[in-house]
C-alpha cells in the first residue's frame, strides 16, 4: 500500500488497492476495494467510476489504508463500513451483531407470505434473538400495521436493534425488550399470545466454531452463533411452550442450518405441533423450518404450501 499516496487518481488507488486485498487472499478484492473506498469518500459504487480521475486527501487516504488493513485482517466488510443491506434496507452492525445474511431473508419471505395468505390485518409478531433486529424492521416495514417485540438476551446487541427500529422510524411498530428466548411474552402483557413467534437461533455444533472461515469465527459474537453440542440447543428451548404462547392459527418460523431441517421438525413434533413444514431457499437447501398452531391436523406436505409461495414470490441478505 506504500505505493497509494497523493497524486494518484481514484481509478489507480482502487486498483491498488485491488491488488494488495488479493494478494492477502480476499476472495472478492476487487468488490471489498469499491465498497470500502465508497464508504470512505461518503459515495455509491457507480459513482467512483463517474469520479475516475478525483485526488484523494490525506485524510481519506489515511483512512482508506486502514479500512484495507482491517479487511486484510478478515475483518468483515459490513464491521468496517458499519452497515449491512437487508430486504432492501439499510442496516447498522458492529462486533455485538450477527451480520444479516442473504438467507435469512427467505425466514422474512416466509413470514410475509404466510400472512398475505392469511390476509392477516393485525398481526403481533415476536422476533426472538432479534440481533440488529433486520427481521424485525423488514417485517414492520412489510406490514405497516403490525406489533413487533424484537428481544435480545444481550444487552449489547439490544443497542443496536434499537439504533435500526429509529433509523427506520418503526418506534411506534417496534418494541426492543431484553429477555432469554420466550420469557418476553409474559402473561397479561400485549405478547402473551402472538401471531407469530419468529427465530434465526445459534445453530453451530460447538465443534465446528473454531473451523469456520475467520471471517466468522474471529469476529462475529460467538454466543449468537454457538448452538451446542449438536446445533438443536435453542430449537428444543423454543419448542418448549411455544403453542400456549401463539394465538389461534398462529405460527413459529425458525430458520435453520443445513442437514437440520428435519430434526427441527421432529422437535417441533415431539412439542406438540401438527402441521409442521420446511421452506428451501433458492439453491434448494431447506432454510426454514414452519409450525403452525392449528386445532386441525393431519399430513401436509414439508415443503407444501409455503414452499410453494415461496417459489412463486419474488426473489430477494
Known amino acids: 500500500m506504500g505505493a497509494m499516496g497523493r497524486g494518484r487518481q481514484l481509478l489507480d488507488i482502487l486498483k491498488l488497492a485491488s491488488d494488495y486485498l488479493a494478494r492477502q487472499g480476499v476472495e472478492a478484492a476487487r468488490l471489498d476495494a469499491e465498497v470500502l473506498l465508497a464508504h470512505i469518500l461518503e459515495m455509491d459504487r457507480i459513482s467512483l467510476y463517474v469520479n475516475f480521475d478525483r485526488q484523494l486527501d490525506e485524510a ?15 475483518m468483515p466488510v459490513a464491521y468496517i463500513t458499519g452497515s449491512k443491506e437487508f430486504m432492501s434496507l ?10 444479516p445474511r442473504p438467507e435469512t431473508e427467505i425466514l422474512v419471505e416466509t413470514v410475509r407470505d404466510h400472512f398475505v395468505r392469511t390476509s392477516k390485518e393485525r398481526p403481533r409478531i415476536a422476533d426472538i434473538g432479534t440481533g440488529s433486529a433486520a427481521i424485525a424492521c423488514s417485517l414492520a416495514v412489510l406490514f405497516p400495521n403490525a406489533r413487533i417485540i424484537a428481544s435480545d438476551i444481550s444487552s449489547e446487541a439490544l443497542d443496536v436493534a434499537m439504533d435500526n427500529v429509529k433509523r427506520h422510524g418503526l418506534e411506534g411498530q417496534v418494541v426492543c425488550v431484553q429477555g432469554d428466548l420466550l420469557e418476553v411474552l409474559a402473561p397479561g402483557t400485549e405478547w402473551e399470545r402472538v401471531d407469530a413467534i419468529v427465530s434465526n ?18 469476529y462475529e459474537p460467538r454466543g449468537a ?3 451446542g453440542p449438536d446445533g438443536l440447543r435453542y430449537y428444543r428451548k423454543l419448542a418448549q411452550g411455544a403453542i400456549e404462547r401463539l394465538a389461534d392459527d398462529g405460527f413459529m418460523a425458525l430458520e435453520v442450518g443445513d442437514g437440520q431441517a428435519q430434526d ?13 413444514e420446511s421452506v428451501d431457499d433458492y439453491s434448494g437447501t431447506a432454510r426454514v423450518v414452519v409450525a403452525t398452531r392449528s386445532a ?7 415443503n407444501g404450501i409455503v414452499a410453494d ?3 412463486g414470490g419474488d426473489a430477494d441478505a
Open 309 to 311: 409461495c415461496i417459489d
Open 296 to 302: 386441525v391436523s393431519g399430513s401436509t406436505s414439508r
Open 60 to 74: 481519506e487516504l489515511a483512512g482508506f489504508r486502514t479500512a484495507l488493513r482491517r479487511r486484510a485482517s478478515c
Open 225 to 227: 452463533l454457538d448452538g
Open 90 to 99: 439499510d442496516f447498522a452492525v458492529n462486533e455485538h451483531v450477527l451480520i
Open 201 to 218: 437461533p445459534p445453530y453451530i455444533p460447538l465443534a465446528e466454531l473454531d473451523t469456520l472461515n475467520p471471517e466468522i469465527s474471529e
Open 264 to 276: 427441527v421438525i421432529k422437535i417441533l413434533e415431539d412439542a406438540g405441533f401438527t402441521n409442521v
